[in-house]
């Protein structure tokens, strides 16, 4: 019975060439689709699950507040509050501190500056399961000058050699000693929101420091992570660490009124939910909302998919009504005939997914080029997804066939074999609500996707205070032969580079624009109580800092040579002089604050630019004066290749700061780096979005075949009655016109909504304005009627004599 059934679903198949291809197609392209957008979902989602334990980990947040009001929320904690969680706390089985850090890490004449540094206790290869290849994670990162590096690292310091027992050598203004290779671990995965090449041991930073990075609870630079014992709710405990902490930190917290708190935060959240300063990864970091939002999309596209088989499926019913008539009468049962469409629809389903195996193998190279994540189809075929791939391939398969299934299956064969057949109300009904479930789909995707282009362009485009165009940026050296003789080096090498003709500025300082400010400290306006401390944040600036950047100084004045006392007077910009209490910028001007344990000048305020990118507010900053800072080197260039610029610096570079290798990057790539996952959702939404409409049009175009071949005769008539092409064409697309227009009044509400809440995580956004509904209005109807004409202009242009013949 069941090869009975196979083989009369092939026939049918086979006999309606059209809409078998047309079914196959769209679910093969709705199936391809979702399986890519479920990689993609199902990877975001991975992160950190590839430790043992990673349901019981979670990372130390530290939360400050100043006067009650919350100062800022940070990934990175003090270093004392992870021993005294362990040390107080029985549901603390384990912590483990790591110190992020860059420096210039050689062995012999290999020497790299090393981004991914860590500086970590011994139990940071315990706790996390990193994959060690080589030596012991109990003991590799005991004591002092111990390194533990990847198997990349390895081959990068070492080549061939097994740089086990050998030393590396790391260099820095504060640091520079000889570290032992005392194990290798494998590369860190992708999907790990912590990334590393070298890991430093803890207790080097510890004798460096006098213990500080043992004890210190003010130095919140410690990505620090605890193992609780199983069962342990994490919110409990963190409301017993607050009563434990105000204990011992409560009369200090008094004094200065200020609190802070650590909760803990599920390891698991990071990557995708997690927006805290000082975040391990910045710009790596996911996003839950767009990581959603395409998890939507592709449901969206499947059921479109199977919408499309629906209808084509239950439009055909009239076609083979007579054939369930005749079997009916040669005694199938009902039963049989459910059976009979099921199976047939599971074949195309089944068809259309190996199609679309076949599709996401071509198609993934491009979108891993697109994502940047490596996704193939084992992910989504191995041990933990694929029942849930067949089983939704099932589900679909089976549900999408049992309305066709019971419509035809209901037939009585005496109607049906005279050829008295009509269409239900229920049927029509039915057809057009999943006709107009399309339409609004589309109406969503075609303006969600120019809300999300319009919100791309706004960050690009808009005036984010200073100016970033052709602005070559140098990592600072990671040492000098004679420290003490830094200044003067540097002070030389701008000189030098000034004299290039194509340079139009030198400036150094502590951060760059686009790079996070870890430097923070306490502020006041100098006659207000210690309870008015603040949290202020720091940046070192040289004299020429605003002016190459073109940053507007407001108030007041830019530091200047000819005052000597600017190196204890400071600068401030606008969201500073409020925070700090001041009226206006005109108002702090002259005014005396309280930082670092001594009163300053205010000489100067400078435009509130954007320091980060604009999904954050403008942060309050002060800056000091250092005319030789050691972090960043910026250097305006005009009328020069930048490629040409850096050959004839390299030089000047190996001259004045020997054994380090120039690092460098462009500010205005460095800047938009913060947009880079915005742009993937974009792209990935806009080109999901218009496969998602050409699935739509697939069955559109198959629905209007169909309807079309129904009223032929009718068209043959009105033609002979002297009906016109175009008055037949109106007559035709009137029907679907309506439910354009239905699913444009359910659609631009529900869009607005939920961009509405996808624009409410940026500090700065456009507008979505009627302009955006109202092209996509267009677009839905034009793609639309376009689709539907193409059938109805071939059989209007038909010569009326042949088409009266027809039936």
Same mark, same amino acid.
């Given at each position: 019975m069941l090869f009975s059934y196979i083989r009369t679903a092939f026939r049918s198949l086979v006999k309606n060439k059209t809409f078998s291809v047309l079914n196959i197609l769209g679910l093969a392209l709705g199936m391809a689709c979702c399986m890519i957008i479920f990689q993609y979902v199902t990877y975001e989602k991975s992160y950190d699950k590839f430790h043992t334990d990673y349901q019981d980990i979670y990372r130390v947040q530290y939360n400050?507040?100043?006067?009650?009001?919350?100062?800022?929320?940070?990934?990175? !904690?003090?270093?004392?509050?992870?021993?005294?969680?362990?040390?107080?706390?029985?549901?603390?089985?384990? =912590?483990?501190?790591?110190?992020?850090?860059?420096?210039?890490?050689?062995?012999?004449?290999?020497?790299?500056?090393?981004?991914?540094?860590?500086?970590?206790?011994?139990?940071?290869?315990?706790?996390?399961?990193?994959?060690?290849?080589?030596?012991?994670?109990?003991?590799?990162?005991?004591?002092?000058?111990? !390194?533990?590096?990847?198997?990349?690292?390895?081959?990068?310091?070492?080549?061939n050699e097994n740089p086990m027992g050998k030393t590396i050598r790391w260099n820095s203004s504060w640091i520079n000693e000889d570290f032992i290779v005392t194990g290798i671990i494998e590369n860190v995965p992708s999907n790990s929101h912590i990334k590393f090449d070298i890991l430093l041991s803890y207790q080097t930073l510890v004798d460096a420091t006098d213990n500080e990075a043992e004890v210190a609870w003010g130095w919140y630079d410690f990505n620090t992570y605890v193992k609780l014992a199983k069962g342990t709710d994490p919110i409990a405990f963190n409301k017993k660490y607050d009563e434990h902490l105000h204990k011992i930190r409560g009369n200090m917290f008094a004094e200065r009124n200020n609190r802070q708190e650590f909760p803990l935060q599920a390891m698991t959240d990071i990557h995708l939910k997690s927006k805290l300063l000082q975040e391990s990864e910045p710009e790596e970091n996911g996003d839950a909302q767009s990581v959603y939002f395409l998890g939507i999309l592709a449901v969206f596209i499947l059921i479109i998919a199977w919408v499309n088989y629906i209808n084509l499926a239950s439009s055909q019913s009239m076609e083979r009504a007579k054939e369930v008539g005749v079997r009916k009468v040669m005694g199938a049962m009902k039963g049989q005939l459910v059976w009979q469409f099921i199976i047939e629809s599971i074949i195309v389903n089944l068809v259309a997914a190996f199609i679309s195996v076949g599709l996401v193998s071509l198609s993934l190279p491009y979108f891993n080029q697109l994502t940047n994540a490596p996704l193939s189809l084992a992910l989504i075929f191995n041990s933990g997804n694929w029942l849930l791939v067949i089983g939704v391939f099932l589900a679909g398969a089976f549900l999408s066939s049992l309305y066709p299934a019971f419509v035809l299956s209901s037939f009585r064969p005496i109607v049906t074999l005279k050829g008295k057949m009509t269409t239900s109300h229920k049927g029509i009904f039915l057809r057009k609500s999943l006709v107009t479930f399309q339409f609004l789909a589309s109406v969503f995707l075609i303006s969600g996707t120019f809300i999300v282009y319009k919100q791309l362009q706004y960050l690009k485009q808009r005036d984010l205070g200073f100016e970033m165009a052709e602005t070559l940026v140098l990592q600072g050296p990671g040492y000098v032969a004679v420290d003490s003789l830094y200044r003067g080096t540097m002070l030389n090498f701008k000189n030098q580079v000034?004299?290039?003709?194509?340079?139009?500025?030198?400036?150094?300082?502590?951060?760059?624009?686009?790079?996070?400010?870890?430097?923070?400290?306490?502020?006041?306006?100098?006659?207000?109580?210690?309870?008015?401390?603040?949290?202020?944040?720091?940046?070192?600036?040289?004299?020429?800092?605003?002016?190459? =950047?073109?940053?507007?100084?407001?108030?007041?004045?830019?530091?200047?040579?000819?005052?000597?006392?600017?190196?204890?007077?400071?600068?401030?910009?606008?969201?500073?002089?409020?925070?700090?209490?001041?009226?206006?910028?005109?108002?702090?001007?002259?005014?005396?604050?309280?930082?670092?344990?001594?009163?300053?000048?205010?000489?100067?305020?400078?435009?509130?630019?954007?320091?980060?990118?604009?999904?954050?507010?403008?942060?309050?900053?002060?800056?000091?004066?250092?005319?030789?800072?050691?972090?960043?080197?910026?250097?305006?260039?005009?009328?020069?290749? !930048?490629?040409?610029?850096?050959?004839?610096?390299?030089?000047?570079?190996?001259?004045?700061?020997?054994?380090?290798?120039?690092?460098?990057?462009?500010?205005?790539?460095?800047?938009?780096?913060?947009?880079?996952?915005?742009?993937?959702?974009?792209?990935?939404?806009?080109?999901?979005?218009?496969?998602?409409?050409?699935?739509?049009?697939?069955?559109? =175009?198959?629905?209007?075949?169909?309807?079309?071949?129904?009223?032929?005769?009718?068209?043959?008539?009105?033609?002979?009655?002297? !009906?016109?092409?175009?008055?037949?064409?109106?007559?035709?697309?009137?029907?679907?016109?309506?439910?354009?227009?239905?699913?444009?009044?359910?659609?631009?509400?529900?869009?607005?909504?939920?961009?509405?809440?996808?624009?409410?995580?940026?500090?700065?956004?456009?507008?979505?304005?009627?302009?955006?509904?109202?092209?996509?209005?267009?677009?839905?109807?034009?793609?639309?009627?376009?689709t539907v004409s193409y059938q109805t202009l071939k059989s209007a242009r038909r010569n009326p004599s042949n088409t009266l013949r027809y039936e």
């Open positions: 400050y507040y100043q006067n009650g009001n919350t100062i800022f929320e940070c990934a990175a !904690a003090v270093p004392a509050v992870g021993r005294d969680m362990k040390d107080n706390f029985p549901e603390v089985l384990e =912590f483990a501190r790591a110190f992020p850090i860059s420096g210039l890490i050689s062995q012999g004449d290999v020497s790299y500056r090393e981004e991914k540094l860590q500086i970590a206790d011994p139990s940071w290869l315990t706790l996390f399961d990193w994959g060690m290849v080589e030596g012991n994670p109990e003991t590799a990162l005991e004591g002092p000058n111990k !390194a533990v590096i990847s198997k990349r690292a390895a081959t990068k310091y070492f080549g000034l004299h290039h003709p194509n340079v139009e500025a030198f400036t150094t300082s502590s951060n760059v624009p686009g790079d996070e400010i870890f430097w923070t400290n306490g502020a006041k306006r100098a006659e207000a109580p210690n309870t008015d401390f603040k949290t202020i944040y720091n940046v070192e600036v040289d004299y020429d800092y605003f002016p190459s =950047f073109e940053i507007d100084v407001v108030a007041g004045r830019n530091f200047d040579r000819s005052h000597a006392t600017d190196v204890e007077n400071v600068m401030l910009n606008e969201a500073a002089t409020r925070f700090l209490g001041f009226e206006n910028a005109e108002d702090a001007v002259g005014k005396r604050i309280t930082h670092s344990g001594r009163d300053k000048l205010v000489v100067g305020v400078v435009d509130n630019y954007n320091q980060m990118s604009l999904k954050n507010d403008v942060a309050p900053i002060l800056y000091w004066l250092n005319a030789a800072s050691r972090e960043f080197i910026a250097i305006k260039f005009d009328g020069i290749q !930048a490629k040409q610029l850096l050959g004839e610096l390299e030089s000047d570079w190996d001259a004045f700061f020997p054994g380090n290798p120039m690092d460098y990057f462009y500010l205005d790539t460095f800047f938009n780096r913060q947009y880079e996952k915005d742009n993937q959702f974009g792209t990935v939404f806009s080109v999901f979005s218009v496969l998602a409409i050409v699935v739509s049009c697939l069955g559109l =175009f198959g629905l209007s075949a169909f309807s079309t071949i129904q009223r032929t005769k009718e068209i043959g008539i009105r033609k002979v009655l002297g !009906a016109s092409i175009s008055s037949i064409l109106m007559l035709l697309s009137r029907e679907y016109l309506i439910l354009i227009l239905v699913a444009i009044a359910l659609g631009v509400p529900l869009t607005f909504f939920v961009m509405n809440g996808w624009l409410e995580s940026f500090a700065y956004r456009t507008s979505i304005g009627w302009v955006v509904f109202g092209l996509s209005a267009i677009i839905v109807i034009v793609v639309a009627l376009v």
